[in-house]
């Protein structure tokens, strides 16, 4: 087995991006039984934006390019990288899932029994992600897409410090429209909304009854969406909040010190929670 597999196998991702970097080519090595390095990335749940590239649709193209010659290659116990990877993520209850996921647990305990360097290899999850758990998923993205939706509608509507009442080409135009602020509540407010909305669309497309009943195939299209509407609402509330705070800023402008001192503080908690999640991301890439 090479240091690749080996690094693989126990789940340090850094060190296969150390060893990818300095030699691509050695990529193409399978063990004994034919598995090969995607085969063990596929076992691990830590592999994140790698996994993320390698196995979802619509991931990021890899930097690697030979990597993805791998993933129809069938290890010796018959199964693709990707299948294993879907296998193990997503629930399905017909006896050919319910087979076919023993086959791979059999091997992942095999595996987890071995040694290296006289070490054990490090504990092999086993995720899984249920239709129920989707579910529960997205009637939360609807509630938090919806309530986005209406304030920043309602945002719109309710103009700050009123519209021009006088007759003539200027009349029901904001006072305020000139100011940069004004502008930029406008913009963000309306990406928001945009936002919001078109998370309610996708989640829309697949309020299907008959979601229980699908196989892990239709689960992991279903899991894509909802990754996709996490991304899109995570960003209409940077959008709202960038929103508030400009509108906050055009309201309190008089008070110059109180309306920065607003425009700092909102941001901020944003600044702090992706600093958070980037310190947890390496913290886990260097496990």
Same mark, same amino acid.
């Given at each position: 087995m090479t240091p690749l597999l080996v690094a693989a196998r126990q789940g340090n991702v850094g060190t296969v991006k150390k060893i990818l970097s300095k030699c691509p080519d050695c990529c193409e090595k =399978? %063990?004994?039984?034919?598995?090969?390095?995607?085969?063990?990335?596929? &076992?691990? %749940?830590?592999? &994140?934006?790698?996994?993320? +590239?390698? &196995?979802?649709?619509?991931? !990021?193209?890899? $930097? *690697?390019? +030979?990597?993805?010659?791998?993933?129809?290659?069938?290890?010796?116990?018959? &199964? !693709?990288? $990707?299948? =294993? *990877? %879907?296998?193990?993520r997503y629930e399905g209850h017909n006896k050919k899932y319910l087979r076919e996921k023993m086959q791979i647990e059999k091997l992942l305990k095999i595996i987890a029994s071995e040694e290296v360097a006289e070490l054990q290899v490090s504990h092999i999850p086993l995720p899984t992600v249920s239709a129920k758990s989707l579910e529960k998923t997205r009637d939360a993205h609807l509630v938090v897409a919806a309530l986005i939706a209406t304030i920043t509608f309602a945002a719109a509507i309710t103009v700050p410090s009123g519209l021009n009442s006088e007759k003539g080409s200027e009349q029901g135009t904001p006072f305020l429209i000139d100011e940069a602020a004004f502008k930029a509540f406008v913009v963000t407010n309306a990406m928001a909304f945009i936002l919001s909305v078109s998370a309610l669309s996708i989640h829309f497309e697949i309020l299907d009854p008959l979601l229980p009943k699908l196989e892990f195939w239709g689960i992991n299209l279903i899991l894509y969406r909802t990754q996709s509407v996490s991304n899109l609402l995570g960003r209409a509330m940077f959008a709202m909040v960038v929103a508030f705070s400009t509108n906050s800023y055009v309201v309190l402008k008089p008070s110059h010190g109180l309306a920065i001192a607003l425009c700092f503080i909102c941001p901020g908690f944003f600044v702090c929670y992706y600093v958070q999640q980037s310190l947890a991301f390496v913290k886990r890439l260097l496990q």
């Amino acid at each position: 087995m090479t240091p690749l597999l080996v690094a693989a196998r126990q789940g340090n991702v850094g060190t296969v991006k150390k060893i990818l970097s300095k030699c691509p080519d050695c990529c193409e090595k =399978v %063990d004994k039984r034919g598995l090969n390095l995607l085969h063990y990335l596929a &076992f691990r %749940d830590r592999s &994140f934006k790698l996994s993320h +590239s390698l &196995f979802m649709p619509g991931g !990021t193209k890899t $930097e *690697y390019g +030979s990597i993805r010659n791998l993933r129809k290659l069938k290890g010796a116990f018959g &199964f !693709t990288p $990707e299948q =294993v *990877y %879907d296998l193990l993520r997503y629930e399905g209850h017909n006896k050919k899932y319910l087979r076919e996921k023993m086959q791979i647990e059999k091997l992942l305990k095999i595996i987890a029994s071995e040694e290296v360097a006289e070490l054990q290899v490090s504990h092999i999850p086993l995720p899984t992600v249920s239709a129920k758990s989707l579910e529960k998923t997205r009637d939360a993205h609807l509630v938090v897409a919806a309530l986005i939706a209406t304030i920043t509608f309602a945002a719109a509507i309710t103009v700050p410090s009123g519209l021009n009442s006088e007759k003539g080409s200027e009349q029901g135009t904001p006072f305020l429209i000139d100011e940069a602020a004004f502008k930029a509540f406008v913009v963000t407010n309306a990406m928001a909304f945009i936002l919001s909305v078109s998370a309610l669309s996708i989640h829309f497309e697949i309020l299907d009854p008959l979601l229980p009943k699908l196989e892990f195939w239709g689960i992991n299209l279903i899991l894509y969406r909802t990754q996709s509407v996490s991304n899109l609402l995570g960003r209409a509330m940077f959008a709202m909040v960038v929103a508030f705070s400009t509108n906050s800023y055009v309201v309190l402008k008089p008070s110059h010190g109180l309306a920065i001192a607003l425009c700092f503080i909102c941001p901020g908690f944003f600044v702090c929670y992706y600093v958070q999640q980037s310190l947890a991301f390496v913290k886990r890439l260097l496990q």
